[in-house]
């Protein structure tokens, strides 16, 4: 896609901490059109990171997703979809861990993890960022799955 950031429709799962905190205020430094955030439990971090980006003059809105949850990804798409018209940058960050080193997970632990990163991926494939041009990447399959579970 080649249009005008500032005609673009942002969406970042994990949008409110870490890595998608910084791609999100990265992001909103292009100045699109608008940016949802989408963030599983921590509300603080969700109002200060929507503050910090309406802060810097970008149309910003935070909803609730649980990734491992498809029906509650695929109420995220379409309500992006009916309040934006699309979605043209899809970043995939969210992660369900129990931030923990590897050697110290459960085998439930791991499974969620690895699953919540499937599920992540999956999702991916099937939005519609990922047609007719438009724009979709995943950090969390390897970086948070992984490089926060082996942190030493």
């Not at 890595?19 to 430094?29: D, H, K, N, P, T």
């Amino acid at each position: 896609m080649n249009a005008p950031w500032e005609d673009r429709v942002v969406l970042i799962t994990g949008g409110t901490r870490g890595i998608g905190r910084s791609i999100a205020l990265r992001l909103a430094e292009e100045r699109p059109r608008h940016i949802r955030l989408a963030y599983c439990m921590n509300h603080e971090a969700a109002r200060e990171t929507l503050a910090a980006i309406e802060a810097m003059g970008v149309s910003a809105s935070v909803t609730v997703c649980e990734v491992s949850d498809a029906e509650m990804q695929k109420d995220m798409f379409a309500r992006l979809r009916e309040e934006w018209g699309r979605v043209d940058v899809f970043v995939a960050n969210a992660a369900r861990t129990a931030f923990r080193p590897a050697l110290e997970l459960d085998q439930r632990s791991w499974r969620r993890t690895m699953q919540a990163c499937t599920d992540c991926s999956t999702s991916r494939l099937r939005s519609p960022a990922t047609a007719k041009g438009r724009h979709a990447t995943s950090t969390s399959q390897t970086g948070s799955a992984f490089g926060t579970c082996l942190k030493t």
